[in-house]
């Protein structure tokens, strides 16, 4: 496995052992493990081998699309 797959692994695994990561809804207690996540992402970013990310973020609370 190679080491970047083993940090971010070691990472979530630290605080969300049987979870799952998702990014729809981050709740106050798992925002740590999150970050942790994503800061060791993001050390892979400096280097040779630059990691290109890309992000969208939509408010759907201003949507009015009857399901609420």
């Given amino acids: 496995m190679p080491y970047f797959e ?19 809804k981050v709740s106050a207690a798992k925002l740590h493990a999150y ?14 081998r630059p990691i290109q990310f890309h992000s969208l973020m939509v408010d759907t609370s201003k949507l009015r699309d009857g399901l609420q």
């Fill in 35 to 48: 970050k942790l996540v994503i800061d060791r992402f993001f050390d892979f970013a400096v280097g040779e």
């Fill in 6 to 24: 083993q940090a971010i692994r070691y990472s979530k695994q630290l605080e969300l052992p049987d979870s799952e990561l998702k990014s729809n």
